[in-house]
């Protein structure tokens, strides 16, 4: 017969194995973010402004976001901003030549409306130049 120790051992083991397994499973598959088309990407594009790196690459980045109340008429699509200032509509963003472009990030609807205010309920296109 197993002594007091031996079966608080036995019965901590899979517990212990559980634990071990669930840790080793959380490690990240991959490391990339969707909402962010890097310096790399803009220049394998190989097109002449912003707006068609974004249709190339990310498309969904442009599509409106449907009626976002029925009292509040708000933009359906997100607001560009160039360099941190608000700089227009997304049609602004074939007035921005893809050589001057570092990075292009897209801030979906509630963290953009944490950052920028209620009025960016569709998100938004953060153009980053290589000039700042």
């Not at 200032?85 to 897209?106: D, K």
Request: charged content about 15%.
């Amino acid at each position: 017969m197993p002594s007091f120790r031996q079966a608080v051992v036995l019965c901590s083991l899979p517990v212990t194995l559980l634990a071990m397994i669930s840790c080793a499973s959380m490690k990240r598959v991959d490391e990339t973010n969707n909402n962010i088309i890097t310096a790399d990407e803009i220049q394998s594009a190989n097109v002449s402004t912003a707006y068609d790196v974004i249709t190339k690459l990310h498309a969904n980045y442009l599509h409106s976001r449907g009626q976002n109340s029925i009292l509040l008429k708000q933009n359906k699509e997100p607001t560009v901003y160039l360099d941190n200032v608000e700089f227009g509509t997304i049609a602004s963003l074939r007035n921005i030549p893809a050589s001057n472009v570092a990075e292009i990030r897209f801030i979906e609807g509630w963290d953009a409306m944490t950052k920028y205010g209620s009025d960016h309920v569709s998100g938004v296109i953060q153009v980053y130049t290589r000039y700042q």
